[in-house]
């Protein structure tokens, strides 16, 4: 041992521990690189860095992962790695330092890190019968290139393209699974899947069971949490429902939206559109371009001065110019989801909550997801088609898949907003929803746009568009952010007379927004993503799950709404 050279020894750790963390994950493959560029005078820097990414990425995959245990069950593999890293790079250090030191043989070293890392997938399979090359795996995605990893299922046919498995590979690997677990229950099968429970996942859920003549297609929706939670972006009883977008198409679709709220409404017996009217005030050119819009679409409308306006509307103050179009007010959103789950139920779809994918791959045109309900219980479903309507969980569920098959999402940014509700001694009637594009320089450089309504029974609530703190969907800020609070404070104080200020009630919702704030709504191989609704998807929800059923069933997907190629 003393007789190697160190350059030559660091290039054979380097090996030894690429190879052993990028087993653990595929993006570590920056790490022994640099361990192997770092070696010699920085030798100490790497050994340093080496153990502390173990530690990053057991973090990492906890937060990611985002279900309970995983970091846990993670945590076993990277430490082993991570230790394994940190006494291989020591030796090196020391041979660096004194050639003749006595350290451990690259042989020995290698069957060691190893031994260990071996060890760490037999006991965390033990343990937690969790294999760790699925928990190492962009979170929710399983390594298709791994055939341990595939669950028993035998139902293949056709090639996986983008995992550019050869057929007999797929058959080979099925076999090898069916072998390997030939007590495992055989798979539920659906026509379709749906994952998500919030309004998009309901209401595609819905359109598929009641698609064709009497519908007939078997239709299973899984969601992670409990009905009506409220950790993603549809819980609260209310929502702005109005025409006034600036495009064409986004104004006839509100018109959609209007006719799917209301069969809806016929179907359920439950009110869920109220038209109280919706107002837009201040920046006279972006009011001239919706107001285009509105003409252009054939929806009624009237423009306003803000004292005109001041005398109709007594609990708001206006700025500059004011335009206003009856067809709007808000939809109850609470109920909407409901109305959405109960026909959803009673066309045949069957609505597992509490119950969360924890993998899914595709393999041929089937979709295998696995499921992990509330006790740990694990199960496996197989569709040809699977509608991912995830919202702010898009990127960890749909990303990979989407990408392996030759697509892309687009970038989302997902934001903690924080409207609040305040008191109002007005009656109901008194609030329109409205919308502020400020023309004060001074608000404009801290808000582009504020928009509010009545809440009826909890007051009026008033949020700042998309101006809230970017967190990871499963790991939510617990305390409200003190900015975000003085701003709105100081915005109603000046802008909203009809309510009291003191009576600030914060709420917390997730958006989801994309550049363009154009949402997806696609379908690339047997998997249709639904994300990126950008804070203004709720009026939508009832049209949108009818459009997103379409797409799953092959209706090419508008172009405003499809993913990105390549
Ligand atoms: C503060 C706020 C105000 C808004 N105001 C308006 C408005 O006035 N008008 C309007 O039209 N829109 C508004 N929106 C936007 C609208 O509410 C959203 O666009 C809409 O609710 C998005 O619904 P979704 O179904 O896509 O997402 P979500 O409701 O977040 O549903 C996604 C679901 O997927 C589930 N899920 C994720 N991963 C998994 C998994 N691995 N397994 C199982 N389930 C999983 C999640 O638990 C979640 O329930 C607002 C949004 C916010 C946050």
């Known amino acids: 041992m003393g007789s190697t050279k160190p350059v030559a020894m660091a290039a054979v750790h380097a090996l030894v521990v690429g ?31 080496v153990p502390a ?15 309970p245990g995983s970091g846990l069950r993670a945590a076993l593999p990277a430490g082993v790695l991570a230790f394994s890293a940190f006494v291989v790079c020591s030796a090196q250090l020391q041979l660096f330092r004194d050639p003749e030191a006595a350290v451990p043989s690259d042989l020995s070293v290698a069957l060691w890190t190893g031994g260990l890392s ?31 990893t595939r669950s028993p299922v035998t139902t293949t046919d056709g090639t996986e393209p983008a995992a550019a498995a050869s057929e007999a590979d797929s058959a080979e690997h099925a076999e090898a699974a069916r072998l390997a677990e030939p007590a495992a229950p055989a798979p539920e099968r659906f026509d379709h899947v749906v994952v998500g429970g919030g309004v998009m996942g309901a209401a595609t859920a819905r359109a598929l069971a009641r698609a064709g003549d009497g519908g007939g297609a078997s239709v299973l929706l899984v969601e992670q949490f409990g009905r009506g939670h409220d950790h993603g972006s549809s819980h609260g ?50 009011l001239d371009e919706i107001q285009a819009a509105l003409e252009r679409g ?74 992990e309900g509330a006790g740990g219980a694990s199960s496996t479903v197989v569709s040809t088609s699977v509608v991912l309507a995830v919202g702010s969980w898009a990127r960890y569920l749909a990303g990979d898949l989407v990408r392996r098959a030759g697509a892309s999402l687009p970038e989302v940014r997902v934001t903690q907003e924080e409207p609040a509700h305040f008191a109002t001694e007005l009656p109901d009637d008194a609030w329109p929803s409205f919308v502020h594009h400020p023309t004060d320089p001074a608000l404009r450089a801290r808000v582009s746009t504020i928009y509010g309504l009545l809440t009826p029974g909890e007051g009026v609530k008033v949020g700042t568009h998309g101006t809230g703190r970017e967190v990871h969907p499963d790991a939510r800020l617990t305390s409200p952010g003190a900015e975000g609070q003085a701003v709105l404070r100081d915005y109603v104080a000046a802008w909203v007379p009809g309510v009291d200020v003191d009576t600030l009630a914060p709420i917390s919702c ?36 009818e459009l997103l059923a379409g797409v799953a069933t092959g209706t090419p997907a508008p172009e405003r709404f499809r993913l990105r190629q390549g």
Do not use: C
């Not at 060890?119 to 760790?132: E, Q, S």
């Open 53 to 67: 990414f173990g530690i990053l990425w057991l973090l990492d995959a906890a937060f990611r992962n985002g279900l």
């Open 19 to 49: 190879a052993a963390v990028a087993v653990a994950t595929p993006w570590a493959l920056v790490v022994p690189v640099l361990v192997s560029l770092l070696t010699g005078p920085l030798g100490g820097a790497a050994v340093a860095g």
């Open 510 to 545: 997730l958006y989801d927004t994309t550049p363009t704030e154009d949402p997806v709504l696609d379908r690339i191989g047997s998997v249709t993503v639904a994300t990126g609704f950008s804070g203004h998807g709720f009026k939508f929800g009832a049209v949108f799950g």
């Open 298 to 371: 054939g929806v009624v409308h009237e423009r306003l001065t803000p004292d005109e306006a001041g005398a109709r509307w007594p609990g708001l103050r206006f700025d500059t110019s004011v335009l206003f179009h009856p067809q709007a007010g808000r939809v109850r959103s609470a109920d909407a989801v409901e109305a959405l789950l109960d026909s959803a139920s009673a066309a045949g779809a069957e609505l597992r909550f509490d119950t969360a994918v924890a993998a899914i791959e595709t393999m041929g045109d089937d979709v295998v997801l696995r499921l």
């Open 237 to 286: 009883a209310s929502r702005i429902f109005r025409r006034g977008y600036t495009a064409d198409d986004w104004v006839a679709l509100t018109g959609d939206a209007i006719t799917a709220w209301q069969a809806l409404e016929a179907e359920t017996g439950r009110t869920l559109l109220d038209f109280t009217g919706a107002l837009d005030h201040g920046d006279p050119v972006a």
């Open 118 to 148: 071996a060890a760490a997938v037999i006991v965390t399979h033990v343990l937690f019968d969790r294999d760790p090359v699925a928990a190492r795996a962009e979170p929710g995605i399983v390594d298709l290139a791994h055939p341990t």
